[in-house]
């Protein structure tokens, strides 16, 4: 038999030891795999119509064959990313230069005003956190829609005649926006992709 004062003795000792296991417990950091768990990333890729029929003599042209050859290289670039969301400007070669993505993605392209590119940008920053999609705009909405989403521009403007351009905008929690931009499609133009590695604006690549 124990005698009281070494069993007393012994139980103070399990319980020092159990409130110390229990204390060490409270103090160990989360698994590692939770301190792993990354942001979820916005993407939006922007371009210009493709190339317009400028033979038409219209307010508001279709495209011409090579803007619809553009067009096609458009939807085989981005299906691939599986965008949830279409954008277009409500003109014949803005929708023309969606359609192809569009048919592919079994989505129906929306419609925004170009002049409101603050409230697309809310709408996209609110509504398809960690998702992709794609907005179709002109030569003069485009740099202003890229500043709206919060990146900086990296080209200072879209010549008349430069298509291919392709920007690509990805928006992560608790940091920066970051700006990408490539050439896409036939003829691209090699002056562009020259013309915006040129620039002191850092820009990020895209694959």
């Not at 050859?69 to 670039?77: D, F, N």
């Not at 981005?78 to 359609?99: E, M, N």
């Amino acid at each position: 038999m124990i005698p009281q004062p070494t069993f007393r003795r012994l139980l103070l000792a399990v319980l020092i030891l159990l409130l110390g296991s229990a204390a060490a417990q409270a103090q160990t950091p989360a698994p590692a795999r939770a301190a792993k768990v990354k942001a979820s990333v916005t993407t939006i890729y922007l371009v210009r119509n493709a190339e317009k029929d400028s033979a038409a003599n219209s307010a508001d042209p279709a495209l011409s064959a090579v803007g619809q050859v553009r067009a096609q290289a458009l939807r085989q670039l981005l299906a691939r990313h599986y965008p949830v969301a279409l954008f277009t400007i409500d003109t014949k070669r803005t929708r023309a230069t969606l359609a192809p993505l569009a048919e592919a993605l079994k989505l129906e392209p929306q419609v925004y005003d170009p002049k409101e590119t603050t409230a697309l940008a809310v709408r996209i920053r609110k509504e398809y956190v960690g998702k992709a999609v794609v907005v179709v705009g002109h030569s003069n909405t485009l740099l202003p829609l890229i500043e709206s989403l919060g990146g900086t521009p990296p080209v200072e403007e879209i010549g008349e005649n430069e298509y291919d351009y392709l920007f690509t905008v990805r928006i992560a929690e608790g940091a920066l926006p970051t700006v990408g931009v490539r050439g896409y499609g036939p003829e691209r133009k090699l002056a562009s992709a020259a013309k915006a590695q040129n620039k002191a604006v850092p820009v990020t690549p895209t694959k």
